[in-house]
């Protein structure tokens, strides 16, 4: 079979700014405990192992406030580390920048901790300083410390959180594409003309959150926009991302579940005048790989010893909103009799894994780990599978420190690039060029 | 004479992210107009430039809009680039963090564009990704198109600027010094104890503007607050000064207008039972050297033959706040019949300028323009007077382009070092240590 250019995978290190890394990853993992997430050298050698690699691109969660929501206390977001302390992820972009040249830099940032008129301004200057590879990952935030620490009373209801996510959007969209004409920075020294302000306008903006009637204050980056990346699976969610996503994270339970979700949203697509082929879909998967089964399933095991269930709850409670401090975990998925197995995300597990007899532990602990375990040949025919259901990418997580991904670059990637289900090579041009191939 | 290690003065390199570089400086001048400033590999070797040199810091001055009070449009500040576009240097900041190891990397942000809270955490993370090199310079903003774009009907008035001023860097100051104490991180892998929640508490601030009742989501940083800096020079600015900045910008006409400024800060310092030690002084310079000081006559001359009135009134209409299209520009400064003559900032020229001729046009295009031209050894004996007066440090602007930066530490450096008017070596430790020379 010819591997044409476009049927290779996507693959993004899906991480946070975080001591422990990405959600559900234990930061006193053996694999984990040398890391220290606020050096520098350390996330510059990552990094550069990632495009030495070929990965796609590197990209950080982000949350604004603890999570709080579990016995109504930080204490065990605070003593755990669940996804906090948090570093800001746009500032690492930036502090990699130089350190990089071809891997894509992307970061989570919410809606509500950034006025869209300042913030535009910050992702074009990433966007003019890593030469056009910066992905912004659009995030409404559903953290109650975060809405309270910034002012807000409550957290909004979610049709609230995605028509400001719509608004702030489009503001950036307008500040960063409309303002400026591609024409209008001449540069003409003779003349002494930096900008024709005939070619740049007020957008002029007035709407129910936000009013800015001014011109945008960068000249036009190499891509304009950031790369537009949604995550949401809720039906607002997915209509978000119909509208404005060019690569939507999905965490579908199996090939199935994901070519179910790629059909519902080629339809959702079609209401907004695009198609199929301008959204890329990246599935969320954690690995775990050794050179025979039996070593990646003592890996996995070892793993699952290090996995704590309090700073499960704590995340949990904060993503349901739920304070599950009461909750059973040993009980089944499937009783009812147990008022937490009415929230979405134990019934969406209840119902995509009946083959399964999971209890709320095997839930919460493992939350959202679509866990591939295996040999790299075991890895890469997984992979096949994901994308013969017409998933475009890989959202990788190590679970087991950056020792995991180091390992995933040394062993799994060589099978990938040989099977043809990983680039070995970096499309020119920028991220938005690079990610859809051209 | 002994030179002691405080006795050297502090040389930060002052300028904008912008094309021009600092206010005043034509992007057009042949010194200038081969640095691209959104090229991340010129910015870094002007960084590396300056930390070769042993400069103290570099210093970003910093705008949200646009001036488009001149003419009631923006049209010519897009045109001849007056500070304008302007990329984020918080970003630049943070890109120049792994390129550098000692330099001082100071921006100046102001109280309106950031929520305190994401601001805080934004900071602290450049403070842990430079290893404790940042310095804030913290701004109130006067210009109108910035208040109106992020949301104000109009910009404050002078006492409520300062006063939200305040409040903002409360709050950052308790996130960032209050939170978290100094031993709530523990990094106990064997309890799996991250960090310990009894150690770590909310700020609970309930003010005028901000409602901030959580904790910060930052662990402690090498400094944990970054050096304040300072620039006002109006009542309320120096009262700012007196109570929060640790290094003060001034633009004194002359060493003794220099000592008078230490005079008038040192009582008002006491009454925030601060002392003189604690704030350094750094006087506001624009430079030209050459070999001989004909030659930096010549080049002084050029330089004026570049700069644009038209650039320099839509500066100072949006700094006065006042449309200065009308001004005749060829009437002599004491010439109060004109109405403009009444705005402060040619009342204080007047004053201090009283021995010389100077019209409009020399105010205006030369605003805040304390020029020193001559040799390195003339520059020297310059800075011999500035630094008898008490001031503790240059704050140096280069007005023709970063050749004239690169000029300076070339010719002039050399001898500042040799007479022990700079330093030779860095002090170990954060910029606030390196900065008061502990």
């Known amino acids: 079979m010819a591997v044409t250019k476009r049927s290779n995978m996507r693959f993004c290190l899906f991480t946070a700014f975080t001591p422990g890394g990405p959600v559900g990853a234990p930061w006193y993992h053996p ?11 350390h996330q510059t050698k990552l990094a550069q192992a990632l495009e030495g690699a070929f990965f796609d691109a ?16 930080y204490a065990t977001s605070v003593r755990e580390a669940v996804q906090f302390p948090l570093g800001d992820p746009l500032i690492l972009a930036g502090a990699l920048a130089g350190a990089t040249e071809n891997l894509g830099l992307v970061f989570s940032a919410n809606v509500i901790q950034d006025h869209p008129y300042s913030f535009s301004r ?7 300083l890593t030469r056009g590879r910066v992905g912004w990952n659009v995030v409404t935030s559903y953290q109650k410390s975060a809405w309270l620490n910034l002012g807000f009373d409550s957290v909004a209801n979610h049709a609230e959180r995605y028509g400001r996510g719509q608004e702030f959007l489009d503001v950036v969209r307008q500040l960063l594409t409309e303002s400026w004409d591609d024409a209008a920075v001449v540069r003409d020294v003779d003349r002494r003309v930096y900008a024709d302000p005939e070619l740049v306008r007020p957008i002029e903006h007035s709407g129910e959150r936000f009013r800015v009637p001014g011109i945008g ?6 891509q304009r926009m950031p790369v537009v990346f949604v995550a949401g699976s809720s039906d607002d969610g997915r209509e978000f991302s119909a509208r404005n996503a060019e690569a939507a994270f999905i965490t579908a339970r199996n090939p199935d579940g994901a070519a179910a979700w790629l059909k519902d949203m080629t339809g959702r697509l079609s209401n907004y005048g695009r198609t199929r082929d301008e959204l890329l879909a990246m599935q969320y998967v954690s690995m775990i790989v050794a050179s025979t089964e039996e070593e990646a399933k003592r890996k996995s095991e070892e793993l699952d010893e290090y996995l704590s269930s309090e700073a499960a709850l704590a995340f ?12 059973e975990l040993d009980r089944p998925l499937g009783d009812f009799g147990n008022d937490f197995a009415q929230l979405g995300i134990f019934k969406a597990m209840a119902e995509s894994a009946k083959d ?5 532990r095997d839930v919460v602990t493992r939350i959202g780990s679509n ?5 790299p040949e075991q890895i890469a025919d997984e992979i096949e599978k994901w994308r013969e259901a017409g998933v475009d990418g890989i959202n990788l997580s190590s679970l087991d420190g950056v020792e995991g991904t180091f390992n995933f670059i040394e062993h799994a990637v060589p099978v990938l690039q040989k099977r043809g289900l990983m680039q070995t090579e970096y499309t020119e041009g920028t991220l938005r060029d690079k990610l859809f191939r051209r």
Chains 1, 2 share one sequence.
């Not at 990209?59 to 109504?72: E, M």
């Not at 910050?122 to 003019?128: E, K, P, V, Y």
Request: negative net charge; without cysteine; charged residues 25%.
């Open 356 to 360: 399964k007899t999971w209890t709320f």
């Open 122 to 128: 910050r992702i074009a200057t990433l966007d003019h």
């Open 316 to 327: 949990t409670s904060s993503t349901a909103g739920v304070d599950m401090s009461e909750i």
């Open 217 to 222: 204050v960068t000249e036009p980056s190499p």
């Open 31 to 41: 694999g984990a405990r040398d890391f220290d997430y606020l050096n520098l050298d």
């Open 371 to 375: 866990r591939f375990i295996g040999t």
């Open 58 to 73: 590197i990209f950080w969660a982000d949350f604004s406030g603890v999570h709080d929501t579990y016995k109504n206390s």
